[in-house]
Each structure stands twice: as structure tokens, then as C-alpha cells.
């Protein structure tokens, strides 16, 4: 379904109420104004501001207990965070976002639509001219490079990734890294200095978030997670079954939205937020305007 022309069909929209909600996080907030918006300008609905609730918990028992009845989640927090929580790591988006909507539709009467192609899932990034440099791409890759040199590379990560199971121990064995353990120069660096530290070249490779905008600011380079190790956390709209049965045609204004938000595109977003100061509503109005979605 294309963006333009799924958004002509106000006269459809029952009259109701709807509250919006986020969690508190420059990404999260963004997400919350452009279901805001695209809401507010394609439906007759009372479009309620909750953007900016609190955390994950916080939004979740929101919207189970019908306080809200609308935010973005990511389907690996679907799966492994929230009730009744998998420990099973499901790297294919498609897989993850069925099996995900088909459990919460039959536990808690929640309806997942869309899910955007943007993924917010760990990455391993390089400082740009190392990888220029070895041309890897790949963490296959990676690991034929250090297959091939006795060179020492220099890695950033914070503490919770490189204690983890599904963090830095889980990537060396998926990988088969681990043999490689004494060429590997790990260092314990604050969550927001990594990529600084990396594209400043103080370390070869680190470990970041996928659609933060200092990937963009220090021009870092992401390897590809090719055998699937991480799991995959796309944003997916999250809205109560009854809400979307009131008014069914929610659908296809947030579905609209869902397709156009691709990595890249939600890293350019957050950067207008995080790094140039713009207002989270501002970026996602003047986002759908050129979209064509408002």
C-alpha cells in the first residue's frame, strides 16, 4: 500500500476519542507526534497527548488498563520483555512481528499493526576509516579479517552489553569469535561516550543502538548482523483490539506512516531532535507534510 492516496477517506472515520502515549525518549517521542498527527489531520477522532508517559511498564499497563489506547512498541520488547516474556531470540522481522501479534491479540486484546522496516536493534559499528581501510562489511566479515591478521583491534562496549548473554558473549560464540579472544582489546566505556569514542578512532569497533543519530554525526559504519544473531526490535503501532474495532479506519493513516520509517530515515529524525534541537512535534509534523501523509 503507497502512503498517497490511503488517507482520502475522512468521511469513513467514526466519531471517538483517542489517547496517545510514548515513552520518554527522543525516538519514542517522535514516533508519539507522528501517530498524533497523522491521527489529529485524517480522522475526526478527539486525539488525546500522553507523548513522553515514562517507560515501557509504565506505557503498557497505560494501554491495558484503557488510559491509553496507543503507543509504539518494538516487537523484541513484545517478545522478550513483555508478558509472558520469551527467552527464545526470533531475528527475522517478519517471524517475530506474526508470532508477537498473534499472541497479543489472544492474551491481552492488543492489536499490533504495521511494523515499520526501521530497526532499533544492538549493532556492531566501526570508526569509517578502519572499515575503509579492511573492508569489512559484515560481521562475517569481522571474523575472516581477524582470521587473516595478528593485529590487535581496539573495542568499545558499555557494561550491560558485554556481560549479557544475548550481549558480547552470545555475538563471540554465534560468530565463532571467541577463539579470536586475545586479539580483541575490549573496553568498558560509558553508554554515551561510545560513539564518540569510535569515530574518534580511540576504538576500532563498538557496540551502539541502530537508529541513533550519532551513527550519522561521527559517519560510523554498521556491519551487517549477516548470520542473524541480534534480535530484531522494529517499531510496530500497538493499540487496543476494541479501539481499533470502534474505528477501524485508525488503520490505514498509522500503517501509512509505519511503511515510510526506515533506519536511515528514523537515524535522520532523531538527529534533528537529539543533535540539532528541534521539537519532537515539529520534525514529526513537517515528516508527514513531506510524506504527504497530513
Given at each position: ?7 482520502t ?51 503498557f499497563?497505560?494501554?491495558e488498563?484503557?488510559?491509553v489506547?496507543?503507543?509504539w ?23 517475530l ?5 498473534q499472541?497479543?491479540?489472544a492474551r ?13 536493534t544492538?549493532v ?19 571474523a ?5 591478521t595478528?593485529e ?15 550481549g558480547?558473549?552470545?555475538?563471540l ?8 579472544k ?6 568498558n566505556?560509558d553508554s ?13 569497533i563498538?557496540?551502539g ?19 542473524q ?19 477501524p ?14 533506519t ?24 508527514l ?6
Amino acid at each position: 500500500m503507497g502512503a498517497s492516496g490511503c488517507l482520502t477517506l475522512a468521511t469513513q472515520f467514526q466519531s471517538g476519542s483517542i489517547n496517545v502515549s510514548s515513552k520518554r525518549f527522543t525516538e519514542q517521542e517522535v514516533l508519539g507526534y507522528l501517530a498524533y498527527e497523522v491521527l489529529n489531520a485524517n480522522t475526526d477522532l478527539d486525539v488525546g497527548d500522553q507523548v513522553g508517559l515514562g517507560g515501557t511498564t509504565t506505557n503498557f499497563r497505560a494501554l491495558e488498563s484503557d488510559e491509553v489506547q496507543l503507543y509504539w512498541e518494538y516487537t523484541g520488547t513484545v517478545w522478550q520483555t513483555l508478558p509472558p516474556k520469551h527467552d527464545t531470540v526470533i531475528s527475522d522481522p517478519a517471524t517475530l512481528a506474526e508470532k508477537a501479534r498473534q499472541e497479543f491479540e489472544a492474551r491481552h486484546d492488543l492489536t499490533l499493526l504495521q511494523l515499520a522496516p526501521l530497526n532499533n536493534t544492538y549493532v556492531i559499528m566501526t570508526n569509517p576509516q578502519w572499515g575503509r581501510d579492511t573492508g569489512v562489511k559484515s560481521l562475517s566479515d569481522f571474523a575472516s579479517f581477524l582470521a587473516d591478521t595478528e593485529e590487535t583491534i581496539t573495542v568499545a562496549l558499555n557494561a550491560e552489553f558485554q556481560n549479557r548473554s544475548d550481549g558480547w558473549p552470545g555475538l563471540l560464540e554465534h560468530y565463532g569469535l571467541d577463539r579470536y579472544k586475545q586479539q580483541l582489546d575490549v573496553r568498558n566505556i560509558d553508554s554515551g561516550l561510545l560513539y564518540q569514542v569510535v569515530g574518534n578512532g580511540e576504538a576500532d569497533i563498538g557496540v551502539g543502538f541502530n537508529t541513533d543519530p550519532r551513527i550519522i554525526q561521527f559517519d560510523l559504519r554498521v556491519l551487517e548482523d549477516d548470520e542473524q544473531f541480534f534480535p530484531a526490535y522494529n517499531a510496530v503501532p500497538m493499540l487496543s483490539t476494541a479501539t481499533l474495532e470502534e474505528n477501524p479506519s485508525l488503520r490505514d493513516p498509522l500503517n501509512a506512516t509505519s511503511e515510510t520509517l526506515t533506519t536511515e530515515q528514523m537515524r535522520k529524525l532523531n538527529k534533528r531532535v537529539a543533535l540539532d534541537k528541534v521539537n519532537p512535534q515539529t520534525v514529526a509534523k513537517e515528516y508527514l507534510s513531506q510524506e504527504g501523509l497530513v
